[in-house]
């Protein structure tokens, strides 16, 4: 019991945290936009913590976050910093699979097996095309990263 509660307070907001890490990744890998990266609330509230070149990161822990770009980016932009979030949930469920397997002691190999699960099911979240529902709370009404790209194609496709 002690063992998910520690594992719900730590791995939950980490994974949050790398997913929003990706999408900043993203926008300064394609464009010269400074990038805030929110964990918890994006509100007044949430100061900026430190930063790291064109990473503002503003942590106060909770179970959301928000990257958010500072300059319009273009379509090819925006649909790179809309899947660096779920390809870093990816890269980090991958990552730490393997890594679990290598593991000799059982705590921390569940430890790392369970965190590398729940990154997985945060890619397959944030890529299903959907709009959060309300009982999401502050991500109720967003689009998901997978909504925002399949609308990024389809205007791809208009455009060409």
């Not at 994974?15 to 929110?38: P, R």
């Not at 660096?84 to 190999?109: H, K, N």
């Amino acid at each position: 019991m002690l063992f998910s509660l520690i594992f719900f307070i730590v791995a939950g907001p980490i994974c949050i945290l790398l997913h929003e890490i990706g999408h900043g990744l993203g926008v300064i890998s394609t464009s010269k936009s400074n990038v805030h990266i929110y964990l918890g609330m994006k509100d007044e509230r949430n100061k900026e913590n430190f930063r790291l070149g064109r990473l503002h990161f503003h942590i106060q822990w909770g179970f959301m976050g928000f990257a958010h770009w500072e300059e319009g980016l273009d379509r090819r932009q925006s649909a790179m910093a809309l899947a660096g979030g779920p390809v870093m949930s990816l890269l980090v469920a991958l990552l730490l699979g393997v890594l679990s397997l290598l593991i000799s002691q059982s705590e921390v190999r569940q430890f790392v097996g369970w965190t590398a699960t729940l990154s997985f099911i945060q890619f397959i979240l944030t890529m299903t095309p959907l709009t959060y529902p309300r009982w999401t709370g502050g991500y109720s009404g967003f689009p998901s990263d997978g909504l925002q790209l399949i609308r990024i194609a389809k205007e791809f496709k208009k455009a060409s």
